[in-house]
């Protein structure tokens, strides 16, 4: 392998890094790929975004069974195979990494199993890598270019590692059977997803938020019907509670914690979930060997995912300032591709990621909250649709929620959008095209919707900044 020079080699095999080097390959240019697991597709298709998402819509189906009749649909009563949840969760990640595995042979990209550190700076314009494969050798990869994109690792409360009793995101995909109650610690997008699969599940589920108010990231409002809903499904939620510590016990984890009025309180749990954020995963990949100083472990880019050492990007959940998104880690390699192949790129626009949380009901939003508007000086004018008014919604038997806009009263442009309810997460798509290609409130009013659709509650939601929603 020391051979052969390539045009790039790309650490780190999740979302961010295959993307990343079948857009190189595409453009003609001579990739490698280095990953240190025994499969590619990293923390998002392996223990992230696609198993969650496959047990969430198995939630979703035992939500339905259980309401069956509502449906004109008689059925005995159903029994929860957890086995099978997990099973048809593993082939869903099975199929996916057998198709990276093709993607690889069809593109011409090396994919090399190890685990790959930088070595220095460039000499005469290449970059040499060192790999230790899974036999305990050690070769070297040689490249132009390198891309670094070796992802994150779930944060665990000081003190405390995973076990099979407090659990991260990584070991609550394999537990042997459901548990019959949870503690969450965080209620970000991990946190509330989780607390929604096993409460369809029938566990009695407890989340413990550290801040004011659950998914801190999203707009206000989104918060409040959160919080909202999950009370509805009886799940108990204590915010700007603080952990003081957990007492593991013969019956699971007896939590300690201090609530918002200061008082102490204890809650006994099979398991423990720890929901507090991602690592980035930078601290053995030769960063000393550069000129790349981390910023709490995360690596500062330019707009063009460039690092302060020539010939060394950076993309993924380790670059500061960016959300840790597979969609964005996706993006920002296809990005790097583009320069490297000195091809057309744009660059990645914060205020156009759209965020998702796939919990019941969904969210989705993207660009400008209501107050981070106002904070820029904006004159804000907002308008609002409910969900209880979309025919589609009734079909589905989805009501809750909403669609919020937010606008500039001066221009109609369209600063944001922030959802919650029935497909949250598919229907965003069209804010997020809308936002891109600067579109105003006025002209999404006369942008045509099919119908019926849950897509429509978009229409009526941009109406509504103008208060002329029809559907309600």
Known sequence: MADTIYD??????????????????????????????????????????????????????????????????????PKLNWKGVLARKDDVISRHTKGLDFLMKKNK?????????????????????????????????????????????????????????ILTNYEILKIDDAPKSLVVVGSGAVGVEFASIFKSFGAEVTILEALPRMVPAEDEDISKELLRLFKKREIDVHLSAKVDKFEKNKDGVLVHFTKADGTSETKQAEKVLVAVGRAPRTYDVGLDKVKITPDRGFIVTNEWMETTEPGIYAI?????????????????????????AGKYAKAVNRAHIPGCTYCEPQIASVGLTEAQAKEKGYQVKTGKFPFVGNSKATIL????????????????????????????????????????????????????????????????????????????
């Open 316 to 340: 993924g959940d380790i670059v500061a300032g960016l959300p840790q998104l597979a969609h964005v880690g996706s993006m920002a390699g296809l990005v790097v591709a583009a320069r490297i």
């Open 8 to 77: 790039l080699v790309v650490l780190g095999g999740g979302p961010a890094g295959y993307t990343c080097a079948i857009r190189a390959s595409q453009y003609g240019l001579k990739a490698a790929l280095i990953d240190a697991n025994d499969r590619l597709g990293g923390t998002c298709l392996l223990w992230g975004c696609i198993p969650t998402k496959s047990m969430l819509f198995s939630a979703e189906l035992w939500d339905h069974l259980k309401h069956a009749d509502r449906y004109g649909i008689e059925v005995t009563p």
């Open 109 to 165: 990209i090396n994919a090399i199993k190890g685990y790959g550190r930088l070595t220095g700076p460039a000499k005469d314009g290449v970059h040499t890598i060192e790999v230790k494969t899974a036999d305990g050798k050690t070769d070297t990869i040689k490249a132009k270019k390198v891309v670094l994109a070796t992802g994150s690792d779930a944060r665990m409360l000081p003190g405390y590692t995973a076990d099979t009793t």
């Open 397 to 472: 038997d989805a009501h809750d929620g909403f669609v919020k806009v937010v606008s500039d009263a001066k221009h109609g442009e369209i600063l944001g959008v922030h959802i919650i309810g029935t497909t949250a997460t598919e229907i965003i798509a069209e804010a997020v095209t809308a936002i891109q290609l600067e579109a105003t409130i006025e002209e999404m009013m006369f942008t045509i919707h099919a119908h019926p659709t849950v897509a429509e509650a978009l229409l009526d939601g941009f109406s509504s900044v103008e208060g002329m929603a029809v559907n309600v």
